[in-house]
């Protein structure tokens, strides 16, 4: 199994930006898929990025075009979302996860997918 761990979540203003990482340990995390999904309060869990095992394909919601970016380097174990323009309604717990296989464009965004999950971290976006 692969353990994840999440920082770089904070407070920031509106317009801001933030990088978030996924710190991975265990077994290789080059042979796991990952993704980024996020959670508010009161609300359900939702699709944010994800990314193939070596980087060379990438997908976000449709929430996050223009402003978000996923990447990672499997040198470092570690995966990063890059979240920039940030807006008060982007305000939630944000989660690492990894998966095994994509079986297709709707199985990427589906949390049942994902093997392994991070405990989050909090991102606050004030107006």
């Known amino acids: 199994q692969v353990q994840l761990v999440e920082s770089g979540g904070g407070l920031v203003q509106a317009g801001g930006s933030l990088r978030l990482s996924c710190a991975a340990s265990g077994r290789a995390f080059s042979t796991y898929n990952m993704g980024w999904f996020r959670q508010a309060p009161g609300k359900e869990r939702e699709f944010v990025a994800a990314?193939?095992?070596?980087?060379?394909?990438?997908t976000v919601g449709d929430f996050a075009m223009g402003r978000l970016t996923i990447s990672r380097d499997n040198a470092k174990n570690t995966g990063y979302l890059q979240m920039d323009n940030l807006k008060p309604e982007d305000t939630a717990v944000y989660y690492c996860a990894a998966a095994f296989k994509f079986l297709g464009t709707s199985a990427i965004r589906q949390p049942s997918t994902y093997s392994y999950w991070g405990q989050g971290t909090q991102v606050a976006v004030s107006s």
């Open positions: 990314i193939t095992t070596d980087g060379g394909t990438t």
